[in-house]
């Protein structure tokens, strides 16, 4: 493997082949099973939210934060779905993990699943988090069938696409082959990971199963995400403005409180717990009194069209934090298909 000549095949727009991209899945396969549920990180370190196939974002994140190997990263998951480029980001991420495995982490997030990147429920979720009604919901999932797969923005005269990661594959290679080596390794990220023992990064949040972070460390990682359970709801929870646990609207996951984090985060010995998962129009967001639990997003202007600015979270080697703020490029429309075919109500 040539994994600089491949870096730069894909920086400048291109796909591995078929076979390259199944022996690159199985090389970062052997990297990432040696990993453990809570990945230990030193300092100094960026941590960073979605990104949702947004390739051209992702060279700009790179450029707001500096490049692989002079930055270290932790990418808190969600790598594809909803942009044009899932396919894209994926391979450049998997790349920079075979070529610098000391300085890049990848956490698994809620799509980084089988089921969630091939079927409606990504639809519904999406369509969900942007506070679509009922009536547009079900014309969205007429339309998508009618469509073939591709949703197209409702209500909206753009013709601005948003795709799931199955049928990007399916179009880019000619085949589901890509999907499948690149969901296989799904099953290999880790959980977690841990900044100097004090910050704990994680997609979703957190689990009324688990009160310490060893009872992360035991959890079988290696399987599609289950429907309930600490797995589940390590990359399904939510922060929200109450004291305890509440059910969560996704259907997945749990909503927590202040007290439980708090609660968390002293019997833990933690300073912070970083997530992703929910769009932050301002693109971090700190929850509760204590500050004790911050969201990052690093997708701006996600799906096209919701207008929000993307951060990154840097830790210096004395653990002081920088925020770093970034914009959409002028790039990510360009690389999207269209499609003629008109709404069916």
């Not at 519904?124 to 547009?136: A, F, N, P, R, S």
């Not at 085949?175 to 296989?184: H, L, P, Q, S, V």
Request: aromatic share 12%; net charge negative; hydrophobic share 35%.
């Amino acid at each position: 493997m040539d994994l600089d000549q491949w870096i730069s095949k894909v920086k400048d727009g291109q796909h591995l082949l078929e076979d390259e991209l199944q022996l690159l899945c199985e090389y970062v396969k052997e990297i990432l099973i040696e990993e453990s549920n809570v990945q230990p990180v030193n300092s100094p370190v960026t941590v960073c939210g979605d990104i949702h196939g947004q390739f051209h974002d992702l060279m700009k994140l790179f450029e707001t934060g500096g490049h692989v190997p002079e930055t270290n990263y932790i990418f808190m998951g969600d790598f594809v779905d909803r942009g044009y480029n899932s396919l894209e980001v994926f391979t450049i991420l998997l790349l920079l993990k075979a070529r610098y495995p000391a300085n890049i982490t990848l956490l698994r997030g809620n799509h980084e699943s089988r089921q969630l990147t091939q079927d409606l429920v990504g639809l519904v979720y999406w369509l969900w988090l942007l506070d679509i009604g009922i009536l547009q919901t079900a014309v969205s999932i007429v339309n998508l069938i009618w469509n073939g797969g591709k949703e197209r923005e409702v209500g909206k005269q753009s013709e601005v696409e948003v795709y799931g990661f199955y049928d990007e594959c399916q179009r880019k290679y000619g085949n589901a082959n890509a999907w499948r080596y690149c969901t296989d390794v799904f099953d290999y990220l880790t959980l977690s990971a841990i900044i100097d023992g004090t910050v704990l990064c994680v997609h979703g949040g957190l689990s009324p199963d688990i009160r310490t972070i060893d009872q992360i460390r035991v959890v079988d990682r290696n399987c599609e995400i289950p429907h309930e359970g600490p797995f589940c709801d390590l990359m399904w929870s939510d922060p929200e403005d109450i004291e305890t646990w509440a059910v969560s609207p996704r259907g997945a996951g749990w909503l927590f409180g202040s007290r439980v984090t708090s609660e968390f985060n002293h019997v833990n010995n933690l300073d912070l717990v970083c997530r992703a998962h929910q769009l932050v129009q301002e693109g971090l967001k700190y929850m509760f009194q204590d500050k004790g639990l911050v969201t990052v997003w690093s997708a701006p202007n996600y799906c096209y069209r919701c207008g929000n600015v993307a951060s990154i979270l840097s830790f210096n080697e004395n653990m002081e934090r920088e925020v770093k703020f970034f914009t959409e490029t002028e790039n990510n429309q360009m690389r999207g298909p269209r499609t003629g075919v008109p709404y069916f109500l």
